[in-house]
């Protein structure tokens, strides 16, 4: 097959909801990144290469705040289609986890600045607006959110 310029590509995220028992989420602390530094997001990445969605999710935990989760427990809770000039456009798979093997720790000093547990229904002022904008569709039911269309 030939190479078409006019199809449409996007960068793919995973992202997942470490949700304890009281409800409240792992948060991370973005630092030197070049991308939202000093707001708090919560633990994903991109998907790479040959990788299903929630193996690459599982992934990301594992690397980012050190929690093994099984791929087949993840639970699809929403997809986020979004677009900005400076990060083009970019679809991202948000996954919830309520049950992992080991206590999460900074696995990214470098890129993160530390951990926090979040009451979703409070959500920090420092939150990334796109995150923010997700989570409150995902609190409201919905499982599909534009942004900057």
């Given at each position: 097959?030939?190479?078409?310029p006019d199809r449409?590509?996007?960068v793919v995220d995973v992202c997942v909801m470490l949700r304890r028992a009281d409800g409240r989420v792992l948060f991370s602390e973005r630092a030197n990144t070049r991308f939202s530094d000093g707001l708090?997001?919560?633990p994903g990445g991109r998907l790479e290469a040959g990788e299903s969605l929630t193996a690459g999710a599982a992934r990301e935990l594992a690397e980012e705040v050190g929690v093994q989760v099984d791929p087949d427990?993840?639970?699809f809770v929403h997809v986020a289609h979004h677009y900005g000039?400076?990060?083009g456009a970019r679809l991202g798979f948000f996954f919830e986890a309520d049950a992992w093997k080991g206590e999460p720790v900074n696995r990214?000093?470098?890129l993160c600045a530390g951990?926090?547990?979040v009451d979703l229904a409070?959500?920090?002022d420092k939150t990334i607006p796109y995150v923010a904008n997700v989570l409150t569709e995902i609190r409201a039911g919905k499982t599909l959110y534009l942004h900057g269309w």
């Open positions: 097959m030939g190479q078409h449409y590509t996007s708090f997001g919560i427990s993840l639970t000039e400076e990060w990214e000093p470098d951990l926090h547990w409070d959500l920090p």
